[in-house]
């Protein structure tokens, strides 16, 4: 067993198209814990650190408009593995090739507007929770 925590957001179009339950119900009845959970907006400047790795890319400007666009739900999950486990849960970044069964293959049809975020690896995982989350919020 190697317990795990990633960080899991339900984007604006997820938020505004009622798929919040939905979402969340998936993580529970997967066996997963939420051990932090709040709805937040994004503002420019938490979008540039979220999506550092974006920075200049085409897609960027619509990306920060987009994700700042609305509130968002920020969690922290966790469960064996569970960087992997929510990554392979969420499917591909492009839903129209995302499988059915994940959240996107079943739940999106836009790659800009893709419902959820999942970290995808460890490392992301601590930075993206820390820049949501202080450690008093994460109830372990
Ligand atoms: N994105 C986009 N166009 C692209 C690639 C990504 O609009 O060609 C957006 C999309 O919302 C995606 C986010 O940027 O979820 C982050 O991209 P990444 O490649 O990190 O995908 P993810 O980890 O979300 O699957």
């Known amino acids: 067993m190697v317990l795990q925590r990633t960080f899991v957001m339900i984007k604006p179009d997820g938020v505004r198209r009622g798929l919040i339950g939905e979402i969340i119900g ?3 009845r997967k066996g997963l814990k939420i051990v932090a959970m709040k709805m ?3 503002d420019k ?3 540039h650190k979220l999506y550092e790795e974006h920075v200049g890319k085409p897609f960027f400007n619509d990306l920060v408009e987009y994700i700042g666009s609305g509130p968002v739900v920020c969690m922290v999950i966790e469960g064996d593995e569970v ?3 929510m990554r392979t849960m ?3 970044t492009d839903p129209k090739e995302a499988l ?3 959240v996107r293959g079943d739940l999106a049809m836009s790659k800009g507007e893709n419902v ?3 970290s995808d690896a460890e490392e992301k995982a601590k930075k993206e929770m820390s820049l949501f989350f202080s ?3 994460i109830i372990g």
Do not use: D, M
Request: proline share 8%; hydrophobic share 40%.
């Open 135 to 137: 450690p008093s919020e």
């Open 116 to 118: 959820i975020h999942a």
């Open 45 to 47: 400047q938490i979008a």
């Open 40 to 42: 937040t907006r994004i």
């Open 90 to 92: 969420i499917g591909a």
């Open 26 to 28: 998936r993580l529970e």
């Open 100 to 102: 059915p069964g994940t």
């Open 83 to 85: 960087v992997k486990v």
